[in-house]
T-cell receptor
């Protein structure tokens, strides 16, 4: 059972670079979301999607874009990386809104 | 605004004893859900237990139970018979949905539990 797969696991970027964090799930879940985890801050919701073609902003969306062209994939794009975006990023999915979420293993992103 | 407060940055418990991790929440929504997740040092997030705002019974899952006191807006996690493998960070989270896709999930800052042998 693959569950929620995030790639890459680690990434170092320079300020101003762009990149895409990949997230894929094989459970046919409708709901997917992205969080960032910073020391002492818990997890904060960046963007979420309630189904293919539908996305919405969470608590900290600035600097990030998402799209949901298929049920399985929910990539997170950083258009111009900033040091403040250094964090651990988690992707999660659930069968529906409000159901317990399955998390990926996280992507540790450092921006110099 | 939705808010989750976990007032215990760290907790210690002896192996085989019970421990309660505190969580209080604030929301004006009538319908909401409360979750607890465990994050071991390896970093993954593991779902433990869920309580809906309209559930009359406290949720239980094996050694985990949720002490839900709606009037006090608290949703404390009780771990019975602690094991060394329970040492981890524990997060309380609240789902609110004001309608349609207006969905929010808010996490507390976490409590680091250490189980001593």
């Amino acid at each position: 059972n693959a569950g929620v797969t995030q790639t890459p696991k680690f990434q170092v970027l320079k300020t101003g670079q762009s990149m895409t964090l990949q997230c894929a799930q094989d459970m046919n879940h409708e709901y997917m979301s992205w969080y960032r985890q910073d020391p002492g801050m818990g997890l904060r919701l960046i963007h979420y999607s309630v189904g293919a073609g539908i996305t919405d902003q969470g608590e900290v969306p600035n600097g990030y874009n998402v799209s949901r062209s298929t049920t399985e994939d929910f990539p997170l794009r950083l258009l111009s990386a900033a040091p403040s975006q250094t964090s651990v990023y988690f992707c999660a999915s659930s069968r529906a809104i409000g159901q317990p979420q399955h998390f990926g293993d996280g992507t540790r992103l450092s921006i110099l | 605004a939705q808010k989750i407060t976990q007032t215990q940055p760290g907790m210690f418990v002896q192996e085989k004893e019970a421990v309660t991790l505190d969580c209080t929440y604030d929301t004006s929504d009538q319908s909401y859900g409360l979750f607890w997740y465990k994050q071991p040092s390896s970093g993954e997030m593991i779902f433990l237990i869920y309580q809906g705002s309209y559930d009359e019974q406290n949720a239980t899952e094996g050694r985990y139970s949720l002490n839900f006191q709606k009037a006090r807006k608290s949703a404390n996690l009780v771990i019975s018979a602690s094991q060394l493998g329970d040492s981890a960070m524990y997060f309380c989270a609240m789902r609110t949905n004001s309608g349609g896709s207006n969905y929010k999930l808010t996490f507390g800052k976490g409590t680091l539990l250490t189980v001593n042998p």
